[in-house]
């Protein structure tokens, strides 16, 4: 576990000469982190001093850490060929599912699933949407009735567990159903610490893996009892089923997960870091709720987006994209070589002084003010780019804004405590319970 400060990232931009190697940590330096046992943030944040590009060597592995916004372009979205995903432990929760996938077999999985995402394609899921927010709404609706407290962090993570669920199966989520799917976060847990010499942790997650199997194989087999497959995205894997051999129910189970996996946990703690903004910044909030209660609901909507960027800005969920340099390449003049492991971070990127300048500030309106946030595409990636960016962007924009403009002009929480520090796990998540009693606004126009 790491605590960061809020602490701009300062950088020195040396003049190398082309065909260099990127500026490098001192091997001592690196040495002495590893013997404090330092999180990798902490080094990541040394070498994002160096420059846009930077390097150091862990273990035998050499490293290049990307910050620069034309330096991350090069990588994740004009060289797609020549940073490639590493399958690493994970797979043993994705399987072959669009994640972990490759060449030809990714394309066609990506090119199934584009479609029911663009914003045509979602106009099908947005009624789900609309019902799991409705359901939390609900939910804080009684707490608010009865002065229990609630943890609004899992509230979240209910809400968008509930929003991919219903859109793959058309049903709502159940109790049995998320406690199974809890096993999705034991196994991300143990797969981080498992060895081959930890035997009780393989066990833990073979009996994981087992229940989140069970949960799919209930799901597939429902679907294809209905008429056409149900009304859930999980028809369009049948469908494909039908036409062509790929669609095994092996990798259909891949393709549930990986969903479930990439489209929760990510959109749950977004929404826990937006709540945890507002209840430090007070003056924001109010700025906010004011265009909530009385705009336009374009203005709205436009002050609620520019909420959602300025939390993924300073809290992106996954802030951390790995790749591997499939071949020697240069960037910027600078030498990658074959081999190199390659990290990209948006959440460096977006704390850099020279791109966002008071960068530590939580200020929406640098969203929505001409001038006020970069222009490069590699400054603000909280979706990553290029051919692999997410796929599940424009649905989370959907569920992020359905719930907010529900809930914002709707209820205050009272937070016990505020966490202060941050975990930097697969997903960015603050460290501790976000306990909070749930009132309804003044002139929110309910009892
Ligand atoms: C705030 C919410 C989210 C954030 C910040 C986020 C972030 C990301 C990022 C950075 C990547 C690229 C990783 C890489 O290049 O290696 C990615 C990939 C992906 N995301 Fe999201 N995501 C979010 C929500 C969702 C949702 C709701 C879904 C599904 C409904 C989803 C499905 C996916 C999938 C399937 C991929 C893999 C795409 C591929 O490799 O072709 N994500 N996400």
């Given amino acids: 576990m790491t605590t960061a400060s809020d602490r701009p990232i300062p950088r020195v931009r040396p003049g190398s000469p082309p065909g260099a190697p990127p500026p490098e940590l001192p091997p001592e330096e690196v ?10 943030i902490e080094l990541l944040t040394r070498a994002a001093e160096l420059g846009p590009l930077a390097a150091f060597t862990l273990g035998s592995r050499r490293t290049v850490l990307v910050t620069g916004p034309e330096q991350v372009q090069h990588v994740l979205a004009q060289h797609p060929q020549g940073y490639v995903k590493q399958s690493h432990r994970a797979g043993l929760l994705l399987g072959e599912g669009v994640i972990a996938a490759s060449g030809e077999r990714w394309k066609q999985q990506r090119r199934l699933l584009q479609s029911q995402f663009t914003s045509v394609g979602l106009r099908r899921w947005e009624q789900r949407i609309t019902e799991a927010a409705a359901r939390t709404e609900r939910r804080w609706a009684e707490c608010a009735r009865t002065g229990e407290p609630t943890d609004v962090g899992a509230d979240l993570q209910f809400f968008a567990l509930d929003s991919i669920w219903r859109t793959l199966t058309g049903d709502p989520l159940d109790d049995a159903t998320h406690r199974a799917l809890d096993a999705m976060h034991e196994v991300a847990v143990h797969l981080s610490a498992l060895t081959a010499t930890a035997p009780a942790d393989q066990e833990a997650v073979t009996a994981a893996l087992a229940r989140i199997d069970a949960v799919c194989a209930r799901a597939i087999a429902d679907a294809r009892e209905r008429a056409e497959g149900g009304d859930g995205l999980l028809r369009v894997f ?37 709540f945890l903004r507002l209840a430090r910044h007070p003056d924001v909030r109010e700025r906010v709720l004011d265009v909530c209660r009385d705009g336009s609901p374009e203005r709205r909507r436009e002050v609620v987006t520019a909420l959602v960027n300025e939390t993924m800005r300073l809290h992106p969920a996954v802030w951390l994209i790995p790749r591997h340099a499939a071949a020697d390449d240069t960037i910027g003049g600078f030498r990658i070589e074959a081999g190199a492991h390659v ?28 001038g006020r946030r970069p222009g490069q595409l590699g400054a603000f990636y909280p979706f990553g780019l290029g051919a692999r960016a997410c796929l599940g962007q424009q649905f989370a924009y959907r569920e992020m804004l359905c719930v907010l403009e529900l809930l914002l002009p709707a209820y205050d929480l009272d937070f016990q405590e505020l966490p202060h520090s941050t975990f930097f796990g697969v997903v960015l998540h603050p460290v501790g319970p976000l306990r909070a009693t749930v009132r309804r606004s003044r002139g929110s126009g309910a009892a």
């Fill in 343 to 370: 990290l990209s971070s948006p959440y460096l990127t977006h704390r850099d002084p020279e791109l966002w300048p008071g960068p530590e500030v939580f200020d929406p309106w640098r969203f929505i003010e001409p």
């Fill in 31 to 40: 040495a002495a982190w590893q013997a404090r046992g330092g999180e990798l």
């Fill in 238 to 274: 049948l469908e494909a089923a039908r036409t062509g051999p790929r669609y095994t129910d092996r990798l259909i189970r891949d393709e549930l997960v990986n969903l479930l996996v990439a489209g929760h946990e990510t959109t749950a703690k977004t929404l826990s870091w937006l």
